[in-house]
């Protein structure tokens, strides 16, 4: 879901809420009998079915398993160490090779599936791809002795910034990493 | 008991000092962000740090100190767990801010491994941080051990969390605020375990250096976190349900089956639900993410179903007196359910994806604690303050409540739009990419400064009061 339609229907859904709980405000300024106990079971009935809907709408679209159907376009091995990503086509193991691919010029072809392999060296780090028009497209964590896999296909061209996402130290809002798709 | 309104006065002064200086340090954030300050790194992640900490601490103690009060209503509560409570609390603050503002700890509230070995000037802020939490826990867990003793005392286990009821049995009556408590406090005891291996993992890496597994400890510290959160707000809910109906004039609230249902439900659901939290790491195993949004969805039915509409069933048509104390938890529902409408939203996998992390997340936990949990125990301290002194604040009332409310809907507003926008959060300076993240700093600073305004004066109302409280003994 795009996330000015998940702003959408949260300031909907709030107007909602906050229009019930000020009609009932209102209504306290009259006393009178009356209940609204009969409403119970059909407020729990239609949470329910608003629980179940969005569920079965939402729960098979797990970033997980994105385009596991296809044999990614590129590879790109990425190791995340405070304060820089580095990433490369070649596989980042040791401390030499991540200071070698620091700084390296990546280009990822448009339309194509890539896969990203992501790790850190040290601590928690995230792996946000911001699109050119300043958008989080896709994301993933950097954790110490794991290694995730990120699957995407990238289909706007342009400078992609790949911006730290999980907090890990005083130069966080600084760790970036710039490629280029085309 | 005199005992027991002296250590609940001092509690209450205590949250009330503190409060306002933990949004102090808010409002400098932002400002920051906005670029009106210029922090250091380091001061701004020290007070990101030391923010996120103290108002999850005070707002956890405060709801318990809430319900230990109300609990002398049905059984014999004894003040020593409490007190043994509020010694270690202070400790573990000391020390916290020790480690904070003396040995640059800035690891954030989580302080997700291994970043606590990282993010410090000093090394023993490490230790200090870490015997501060080992100060806390106990203390807390301590506490919440003597709660359940005192009730299972003299309710059986079965009965305490209802289960005659479910099965359609009317008598004995449990009462509501007996079965919420219980499930509360049961619900924190595998969080406090899960704590006492996290801090244990930790003193094994900082003083043998044994590496332990990220996964393994992202988990702990998410279902240690993420509960501990969740079950303070529960408090606050259990404190709600023993005096909502009575300031609206009505008869108490009844445990009946779908009442017994939804939180023995609640109880077993917020155990499962802190997988959202790791959404983003695809190495976790896939069937729990499932169940992770499964159990995000399904934690809010029955605490919606039930208490939502239990409240404004009260307040339709009720002639209700609005003052501090109702208007507090009524709004504080309401907030709550729109703070719980953001979470759900988020904890779509597939929504998580593009929200994770950016500022969509304090969004939604500052709605339903700063909107609604705060709320909850603000609604305790002013009913306290009024059965002690018979003041109810009616001069405040109208400044206070608008001010925290337009300042709390405005602040949050600001959160929520800056988060679809991608804007991330917990950077003290935003970076080009998203260089409109300052102005939306900005206007949520000034609308936080509205809150500020509200909490000093009520602060001084209430800080008053229970100080008489305490010089009385």
Redesign the interface.
């Known amino acids: ?4 339609t ?2 959408l ?3 909907l ?2 107007l909602v ?2 229009g ?2 000020w009609w ?2 209102r ?11 009969p ?2 079971r059909w ?2 009935v239609g ?2 079915l608003f ?1 179940g809907i ?2 079965a709408l ?2 098979w ?4 398993f994105l385009y596991a159907e296809e044999l990614p376009e590129r590879v790109i091995h990425v190791v995340s160490r ?1 304060f820089a990503f580095a990433l490369s086509e070649r596989p980042i193991e040791t401390d030499a090779e991540y200071a070698a691919a620091l700084g390296q010029t990546v280009e990822l072809p448009l339309g194509k599936v890539v896969e990203f392999r992501v790790t850190s060296f ?3 780090h ?1 792996f ?1 791809l ?1 699109s050119p028009d ?8 950097a ?8 699957r995407w296909r990238f289909d706007q061209p342009g400078e992609y ?1 790949a ?1 730290c ?10 760790m ?1 990493a710039r490629f280029v798709v085309r | 008991m005199k005992a027991l309104d002296r250590i609940t006065a001092a509690w209450i002064i205590t949250v009330t000092l503190v409060f306002p200086i933990a949004i102090l340090l808010g409002i400098l954030m932002r400002l920051n962000q906005a670029n009106v300050l210029e922090l250091s790194p380091l001061t701004f992640y020290s007070f990101m740090t030391a923010h996120g900490l103290l108002m999850v601490g005070i707002w956890f103690v405060m709801s318990m100190a809430g319900v230990s009060y109300l609990l002398q209503r049905y059984v014999e509560v004894r003040v020593w767990p409490i007190t043994f409570g509020y010694v270690l609390t202070l400790v573990g603050v000391v020390l916290l801010l020790a480690a904070i503002f003396g040995g640059g700890f800035h690891t954030g509230w989580y302080f997700l491994y291994p970043l606590p070995f990282y993010a410090r000037t000093e090394e023993w802020a490490t230790m200090a941080f870490l015997l501060s939490l080992g100060s806390l826990g106990v203390g807390w867990f301590v506490w919440s051990l003597g709660l359940l003793v005192a009730i299972l005392r003299k309710y059986p286990l079965t009965r305490a969390l209802a289960w005659h009821h479910l099965v359609g049995k009317s008598e004995p009556e449990t009462p509501p605020f007996i079965l919420i408590s219980t499930t509360t406090l049961l619900g924190l005891v595998p969080a406090f375990v899960a704590a006492v291996i996290l801090l244990g993992l930790f003193f094994m890496e900082y003083l043998g250096g044994v590496k332990q597994d990220a996964l393994l400890m992202k988990n702990l510290t998410f279902y240690f976190g993420h509960t501990l959160v969740n079950e303070m707000l529960y408090f606050g809910i259990a404190a709600l349900y023993e005096l909502f109906p009575a300031l609206a004039g009505k008869p108490p609230y009844r445990t009946k089956p779908f009442v017994a249902l939804a939180w023995n439900l609640v109880l077993v659901v917020v155990w499962t639900a802190y997988f959202h939290h790791l959404y983003m790491d695809f190495v976790q195993p896939t069937v729990l993410q499932y169940v992770g949004q499964l159990a995000s969805w399904i934690a809010p039915i029955p605490a919606i179903a039930v208490t939502a509409f239990s409240v404004l069933g009260t307040v339709y048509r009720s002639g209700i007196k609005w003052w501090l104390a109702p208007t507090f938890f009524f709004t504080g529902v309401m907030f709550w359910i729109i703070g719980g409408l953001g979470a759900i939203l988020d904890a779509i996998v597939a929504n998580n994806f593009v929200l994770h992390n950016t500022l969509w997340v304090p969004a939604h936990f500052h709605t339903y604690n700063l909107l609604g949990n705060v709320l909850f125990s603000l609604g305790f301290i002013t009913w306290f303050v009024r059965e002690q002194s018979g003041d109810d604040g009616s001069r405040l009332y109208r400044p206070v409540a608008t001010l925290y409310l337009l300042g709390g809907a405005g602040f949050v507003a600001a959160f929520y739009i800056a988060g679809a926008l991608s804007i991330m959060r917990r950077v003290d300076k935003y970076p080009e990419l998203v260089a409109n993240g300052g102005v939306w700093a900005l206007v949520g600073a000034l609308f936080a400064i509205l809150v500020l305004v509200a909490v000093a004066i009520y602060t001084v109302h209430v800080v008053r009061r229970c100080w008489r409280v305490l010089a009385a003994a």
């Open positions: 879901m795009p996330q000015s998940i702003l229907l949260f300031f859904g709030s809420i906050a019930v709980f009932v405000w209504t306290s300024r009259q006393p009178a009998p009356g209940s609204v106990e409403l119970r407020i729990f949470l329910l629980v969005f569920t939402t729960l679209r797990m970033p997980y405070q040290d601590v928690n995230g946000a911001y300043g958008r989080i497209v896709a994301q993933v964590q954790m110490p002795g794991y290694v995730n896999r990120l910034v911006q996402l999980e907090y890990c130290g005083a130069a966080h809002a600084n970036q």
